[in-house]
């Protein structure tokens, strides 16, 4: 009857490695080019997200400011916010970011990604970038709203640079995070429910709207395991005139990065299994 | 696959299974299908066709038993299966979000189609499908018959062994069939590309297969041409009068929610 070879054919002919980087750089951007093309069309999307960041600065910021025992190192009080104010859009808008996978499968979508020969890893790092291209958009209009309000940013090419890529790290940590809950629960209402459920503690738990040293000692355990307390700490440095960084921006950055390597793992691992 | 001779077997099934806890949805299939052939897999709902197609197009694990796409185990080989097959799933899979052109463009980096290449093939499989003049417009405003022709140049853009088809036309018009039965007999023709395909349509089945297996609770109830089956069924017989013989009688209980759901939002999206 059927005949099937024992030894299965090699694998067609190895790539060198540069082109195989090219091959794995392309299908990553193929995955970020989608989220570009959707953001030109409908530009929108962004303006509205900058409500939650103006509220928190104009209003919570600005009340705030004015409470005297709440000391913020040599801050004014609305400069230390509005670098966690920067990091929680960061993490609103990427913790929410899973939710297009569901919509994905949902409609079918997914399958072209998954029936590809890109990589597992490709594809994650892909979405997870995705998320970081609108947490930039957010992070611009941050910038631009803390201008308004006085605060005192650094503008030196080096200190923007590294804030975009430490936002560009963040979100993709947390658009990864979000991913692997997605894979999870793999309905739109279970991960909105989670996704809400999850940003609150995550924000509160951090050094965003308060120094560390406020807080009472459980609480500074939990948030020193937070990786938002990470990403606000080094914004802070970045970000503000005379800011500085509690861990200091190497360990800031290898917190982050070393994360976020270990959730691309598992990610991939899970997003393969998600179109079953 | 360009040294391939036209009587090779291309896709390989054996004694390939797939259970879900008790459930076993896929049941020892054994079958090959031969290079440039139309092959269509046949069944009631919740037979086990698009758990077999998922199989072989390495979107879900084998459970036992082996299957080879162009001689790579779809298991241990499953990179290199997805390198030379196409897939157009059952449900929408091209972006509605994005322009067609902007579709081809993803599966072509997904696929590495080389840059040079990129521009001339995606025009290409644009003009095939007929697709040239809406290219710059978002899928969302295509008609369901132009996102299959879509969907199916994207799964064509890397030049795969195989195109894997699950139910092509379901929630289509007459008119709309047609267009898309058109396209994938020139594909066979042009690209000399295998083809699998599901469907409930008989007539389709009929006309469209050179081959093809009758599923039934996960087995293959019967094998051959469209008309050695008919014949075995009697003089006079059509598809459909094989499908009832050969089919439990219990298909229609068979489908459930989810199936209903799925072909639903399939037939919506399409339609």
């Given at each position: 009857m059927l005949n099937v070879p024992d030894s299965p054919p090699a694998s067609t002919d190895e790539p060198r490695f540069i082109d195989r980087t090219f091959g794995y750089a392309t299908q990553v951007f193929a995955v970020v080019a989608v989220e570009l093309q959707k953001l030109e069309h409908d530009p929108m999307e962004l303006l509205s997200r900058a409500i939650q960041p103006a509220l928190w600065l104009l209003l919570f910021g600005e009340v705030m400011a004015k409470v005297r025992g709440l000391s913020s190192g040599n801050l004014q009080y609305l400069d230390f916010l509005s670098a966690g104010i920067l990091a929680q859009s960061v993490l609103f808008v990427a913790i929410f970011n899973g939710i297009s996978t569901i919509w994905e499968r949902d409609l079918g979508i997914l399958h072209r990604y998954l029936a590809s020969p890109a990589p597992r890893s490709a594809l994650v790092i892909g979405k997870s970038l995705s998320g970081s291209v609108r947490a930039l958009s957010q992070a611009v209009i941050v910038y631009a709203l803390a201008l308004i309000i006085g605060v005192d940013i650094r503008l030196d090419p080096l200190a923007v640079l590294g804030v975009v890529a430490l936002i560009t790290l963040g979100a993709c940590l947390f658009s990864t995070v979000s991913l692997i809950i997605a894979c999870l629960v793999k309905t739109r209402e279970r991960f909105m429910g989670i996704g809400q459920v999850l940003t609150m503690p995550v924000f509160f738990a951090s050094n965003a709207i308060y120094p560390l040293d406020l807080m009472p000692l459980w609480l500074r355990t939990i948030s020193s395991l937070n990786p938002l307390t990470y990403e606000v700490d080094g914004l802070r440095a970045l970000m503000l005139v005379g800011g500085q960084s509690v861990y200091g921006l190497t360990i800031d950055f290898a917190v982050l990065f070393g994360i976020f390597a270990v959730l691309i793992g598992v990610a991939a691992k899970m997003y393969s299994r998600m179109g079953f | 696959m360009d040294n391939m001779s036209s009587h090779e077997i291309v896709v390989q099934a054996i004694d390939l299974s797939?259970?879900?806890?008790?459930?076993?949805?896929?049941?020892?299939?054994?079958?090959?299908?031969?290079?440039?052939?139309?092959?269509?897999?046949?069944?009631?709902?919740?037979?086990?066709?698009?758990?077999?197609?998922?199989?072989?197009?390495?979107?879900?694990?084998?459970?036992?038993?082996?299957?080879?796409?162009?001689?790579?185990?779809?298991?241990?080989?499953?990179?290199?299966?997805?390198?030379?097959?196409?897939?157009?799933?059952?449900?929408?899979?091209?972006?509605?979000?994005?322009?067609?052109?902007?579709?081809?463009?993803?599966?072509?980096?997904?696929?590495?189609?080389?840059?040079?290449?990129?521009?001339?093939?995606?025009?290409?499989?644009?003009?095939?499908?007929?697709?040239?003049?809406?290219?710059?417009?978002?899928?969302?405003?295509?008609?369901?018959?132009?996102?299959?022709?879509?969907?199916?140049?994207?799964?064509?853009?890397?030049?795969?062994?195989?195109?894997?088809?699950?139910?092509?036309?379901?929630?289509?018009?007459?008119?709309?069939?047609?267009?898309?039965?058109?396209?994938?007999?020139?594909?066979?023709?042009?690209?000399?590309?295998?083809?699998?395909?599901?469907?409930?349509?008989?007539?389709?089945?009929?006309?469209?297969?050179?081959?093809?297996?009758?599923?039934?609770?996960?087995?293959?109830?019967?094998?051959?041409?469209?008309?050695?089956?008919?014949?075995?069924?009697?003089?006079?017989?059509?598809?459909?009068?094989?499908?009832?013989?050969?089919?439990?009688?219990?298909?229609e209980l068979e489908g459930n929610y989810r199936d209903v759901e799925r072909a639903r939002l399939a037939a919506r999206e399409h339609g």
């Amino acid at each position: 009857m059927l005949n099937v070879p024992d030894s299965p054919p090699a694998s067609t002919d190895e790539p060198r490695f540069i082109d195989r980087t090219f091959g794995y750089a392309t299908q990553v951007f193929a995955v970020v080019a989608v989220e570009l093309q959707k953001l030109e069309h409908d530009p929108m999307e962004l303006l509205s997200r900058a409500i939650q960041p103006a509220l928190w600065l104009l209003l919570f910021g600005e009340v705030m400011a004015k409470v005297r025992g709440l000391s913020s190192g040599n801050l004014q009080y609305l400069d230390f916010l509005s670098a966690g104010i920067l990091a929680q859009s960061v993490l609103f808008v990427a913790i929410f970011n899973g939710i297009s996978t569901i919509w994905e499968r949902d409609l079918g979508i997914l399958h072209r990604y998954l029936a590809s020969p890109a990589p597992r890893s490709a594809l994650v790092i892909g979405k997870s970038l995705s998320g970081s291209v609108r947490a930039l958009s957010q992070a611009v209009i941050v910038y631009a709203l803390a201008l308004i309000i006085g605060v005192d940013i650094r503008l030196d090419p080096l200190a923007v640079l590294g804030v975009v890529a430490l936002i560009t790290l963040g979100a993709c940590l947390f658009s990864t995070v979000s991913l692997i809950i997605a894979c999870l629960v793999k309905t739109r209402e279970r991960f909105m429910g989670i996704g809400q459920v999850l940003t609150m503690p995550v924000f509160f738990a951090s050094n965003a709207i308060y120094p560390l040293d406020l807080m009472p000692l459980w609480l500074r355990t939990i948030s020193s395991l937070n990786p938002l307390t990470y990403e606000v700490d080094g914004l802070r440095a970045l970000m503000l005139v005379g800011g500085q960084s509690v861990y200091g921006l190497t360990i800031d950055f290898a917190v982050l990065f070393g994360i976020f390597a270990v959730l691309i793992g598992v990610a991939a691992k899970m997003y393969s299994r998600m179109g079953f | 696959m360009d040294n391939m001779s036209s009587h090779e077997i291309v896709v390989q099934a054996i004694d390939l299974s797939k259970r879900f806890g008790t459930f076993t949805a896929v049941d020892g299939a054994t079958f090959g299908v031969n290079h440039g052939e139309i092959f269509g897999l046949v069944g009631p709902n919740g037979a086990g066709k698009s758990t077999l197609i998922k199989m072989l197009t390495t979107l879900l694990p084998v459970t036992s038993g082996r299957a080879s796409i162009a001689g790579f185990d779809v298991e241990r080989q499953a990179a290199d299966v997805r390198r030379h097959i196409g897939y157009v799933p059952q449900l929408l899979s091209a972006d509605g979000q994005l322009t067609g052109y902007q579709n081809l463009l993803l599966s072509a980096r997904l696929y590495g189609v080389p840059i040079s290449e990129r521009k001339t093939r995606i025009t290409r499989a644009l003009e095939g499908m007929g697709l040239s003049e809406v290219a710059d417009r978002l899928v969302q405003h295509y008609s369901g018959g132009m996102i299959r022709r879509l969907e199916i140049a994207q799964s064509l853009l890397h030049r795969p062994a195989v195109l894997f088809l699950d139910e092509p036309t379901v929630g289509l018009d007459p008119v709309a069939r047609r267009a898309v039965w058109d396209h994938v007999r020139l594909i066979r023709t042009r690209l000399k590309t295998t083809i699998v395909m599901t469907s409930h349509y008989m007539d389709e089945v009929d006309q469209q297969c050179d081959r093809m297996a009758l599923i039934d609770r996960g087995r293959i109830a019967a094998i051959g041409t469209p008309s050695e089956l008919k014949e075995k069924a009697g003089t006079g017989a059509t598809l459909d009068d094989v499908f009832v013989q050969l089919t439990s009688g219990t298909a229609e209980l068979e489908g459930n929610y989810r199936d209903v759901e799925r072909a639903r939002l399939a037939a919506r999206e399409h339609g």
